[in-house]
Each structure stands twice: as C-alpha cells, then as structure tokens.
C-alpha cells in the first residue's frame, strides 16, 4: 500500500541522493505518487482508499552500515525451480573469484553466511542460485567483485526462493546473454514508467543475465552499484522469502507485495538497518510477528495488511522506530494494541481494523477490533461495525494522548 508515497517517495530520492548518486532514473519518484497508488490499488483490489497528508520534507544521514547478523538459510522450497541454463560462452574467462568456484562459495559463506559450512549449497535455492552463479560469474566474465558476487546471489536466491521461472514478466531467460528488457509493477526499481491507468513500473532487463543486477527489473542501487531497492509487485511471487535479503546492508525498501508468497517474514529482517519501507501487504505470509523493531530504527513505513499473520503485538520495540505509516489490518492478531504505537511522534496513519485487538484504555471510545486511527474502513461483511463510532473520536484521542 503504498497512498502515502508522497512523502516515502520523497525519502527515498532523499536518501538515493544521500548516497552520492545522480540516477535521473528516479525523477518519476519526485512525482505526486500518491495518487497513482491509490488508483492503481483500488482498481485492482477494489477497496476503499485512504490517503495521508504528510510533509514531504525528510533528509536522511547515513553512517557506516553496521555488520549484518548473520541470516540462517531458509526453509527449503519444495517447489524451486532449476536454474536456466547458459548458452554461450565468454570469449575470455578473468581470473580470481570469477570462475573460480571455490573462491566463489568462500565468498558466499564469508559475505552472507559468516560459516564454514559448504553444505548450505547442498539444496534448496540455495543450491540454485550458487549454480547458477558459477555458470554467471565465467559466462558474464565481468561481475567479480564481492560486492557484485554476493548481491547477484541473494538475487539468485530470492528468485528461486519465489519460483522465479513461474513470475509473470522478468523470468530469466534461456540465454544468459539476453538483452530484452519487460516491465514489472514497482514505484522503487530502476527506470520508473507509468501507464494511462496510473500504474507504475519498473522497466529493466530480465533476471538472471548477464546485464548488471542494478538493471534487472523491479531493481535500484546506489552509484556506487550497491542496492537501494528491491520492488517487485503483483507479479506472480508464490514460495517464501528468504532469510539471504538481510545481507543486503544498503536496503532501503524492500516491497514484494500483490503476490501469492507465504510462509513467514524472516526474524533476520531485523538486521537491515537501513530499511525505511517494508511493504510485504496482499500475500499469504502466517505465523507471528517476529521482527525486532528496536534495530529498524529508520522504518517509517510498516504495510504488512491482508496477510494471515498472528500473535500478539507487544514486545516488538515500536518505541525506536521512526513509523509515519502503520498497516497490519485483515490479520489475526490478538491482545492489547500496544500503548507505544500511539506514542511514536511522527505517526500519521494507523490501519489495524479486521483483527482481535483490544484498544488502550486511551481510546475507550474506539471499537476494541476495529481500532484506527486517522482514517477508518469497515467495507464487507467480514468486518462490520458493532459499536458506535465517529473517526473523529478516535483521531482526537490520538491527538490528546501524544500531545499530552
């Protein structure tokens, strides 16, 4: 969900341009966004819209990253696909990590995995994705340094982790060295487009390939090559998301949302420390809430509704987050709505209706399950309204509870 971009859009160039780069590939982002999502998500899911009037200005200091944790491997996928084969040959194979498997592996074990433990390419994608990049790094002979080498990996992973062969557009292609681009639904990856229905894309080169990862659809990076974004929505996603993403110390935002993944959101999410946008809403992802808010201290949008997720909301660390945008409605979420998300300075939207909540005692005038703040939707038969209630009454009670 994404009616509030207005002001996460203008983050991001802001920190695009933090970075050092001048990538005029993000002009489209500076763009009133806002109501391009609106409509592009109304038409297709056909749900009633809000929208957040927020202030635009936001500027964004970077230190050094800290060391990411690292991940464990993620629960095999059942269903991966076999990674493409390659066609053609390069006309001279560079030496050091590049076609040099072993290199390659110790790389990917010292960068993602900090083991020893060659057996984690025994299966899964994981298994895939070093295939393929053996067969990449001689076949492309030009992406050898261990940055390159480890981001096209977690790539390789996420895109077998999510049956990359079975997505709608961006499927790799037979032939390593395929230069065709195709377009994926993203308002964060590189080469942004919009079509006469507001919908916004992504327009790049398909995964896999030989051209740079910063080019594969949906995909964004910093000048120095390094990624800022991975974006890729309503898209035919299905399998799980793969703990490996954590590695990915410059990430910014991270949206996959519209698709048909489940499974759960890895704990190890919590080690990106740079992320401002996790928007992971209308998929089948389940289980509790395990993410550890007290390292994400630069998350300002949380957009995690229509989803099968459980538990209970307390003891996340929601007091060290920067959250302007809050959206974890049509869950199972049960218990007391922690007293700490009414007390984030900055927040502006709270969507948590068409869950088990009970409202804090602050906003004894709210529905106890259908709690919101700013705006309020109560739409079909499976979330209906059973108390009286005026959005003003809540709004206020918000506003008295931070002001005071």
């Known amino acids: 969900m994404k009616l509030h971009t207005t002001l996460i859009s203008g983050a991001f160039v802001t920190a695009v341009a933090a970075e050092g780069t001048a990538n005029s590939r993000l002009r489209h982002l500076k763009a009133d966004s806002k109501s391009l999502k609106a409509s592009s998500k109304a038409a297709k899911r056909g749900k009633s819209r809000y929208s957040s009037s927020y202030s635009s200005s936001y500027s964004m200091s970077y230190g050094p990253p800290p060391p990411p944790t690292p991940p464990v491997l993620p629960t095999p996928n059942p269903t991966r696909s076999t990674p ?11 030496t050091g990590t590049c076609c040099n498997a072993a290199a390659l592996r110790q790389t990917i074990l010292d960068k993602v995995y900090n ?36 981001q096209r ?8 982790s999510t049956n990359g062969n079975n997505w709608d557009s961006c499927s790799a292609p037979d032939n390593i060295q395929n230069d065709d681009t195709c377009q994926v639904q993203s308002s964060y990856g590189n080469n942004i487009i919009s079509d006469d229905e507001g919908k916004t894309f992504s327009s790049g080169f398909k995964w896999l390939t030989c051209n740079t990862e910063c080019e ?6 910093n000048q120095n090559g390094l990624i800022i974004a991975t974006d890729v929505e309503d898209n035919g996603l299905t399998g799980t998301l793969p703990n490996e993403v954590a590695a990915l110390p410059r990430l910014f935002a991270f949206a996959l949302e519209q698709n048909d993944i489940s499974g759960t959101i890895p704990s190890t999410y ?3 420390a740079r992320l401002v946008i996790l928007d992971l809403d209308f998929n089948s992802l389940e289980g509790s809430l395990l993410l550890d808010l007290s390292k994400m201290t630069k998350l300002r949008q949380l957009d995690l509704n229509n989803n099968n997720l459980e538990g ?21 979420f049960v218990g007391p709505i922690p007293t700490e998300i009414g007390d984030l300075p900055n927040l502006r939207s709270v969507q948590l209706y068409c869950n088990q909540l ?8 709210c529905p106890t399950a259908d709690m919101v703040a700013d705006d309020y939707i109560c739409d079909d038969s499976s979330c209906k309204c059973t108390e009286e209630y005026t959005p003003a009454t809540c709004n206020a009670k918000l506003a008295s509870n931070k002001s005071g």
Not at 84 to 94: D, I, K
Not at 153 to 160: D, E, G, K
């Open 84 to 94: 493409p084969p390659t066609t053609r040959s390069p006309t001279a194979q560079p």
């Open 153 to 160: 990996y977690i790539l390789a992973v996420l895109y077998f």
């Open 358 to 365: 009970e409202a804090p005692l602050e906003w004894v005038n």
């Open 270 to 272: 919590s080690n990106l």
């Open 216 to 221: 594969w659809g949906g995909i964004n990076c």
């Open 312 to 332: 209970t909301l307390g003891g996340l660390g929601w007091e060290n987050t920067d959250l302007q945008f809050l959206d974890l409605s049509r869950n199972n």
């Open 115 to 150: 083991s020893e433990d060659g057996s984690i390419f025994n299966s899964g994608p994981a298994k895939d994705a070093i295939a393929w990049l053996d067969g990449d790094a001689c076949d492309c002979g030009q992406f050898c340094s261990e940055d390159q080498v480890v």
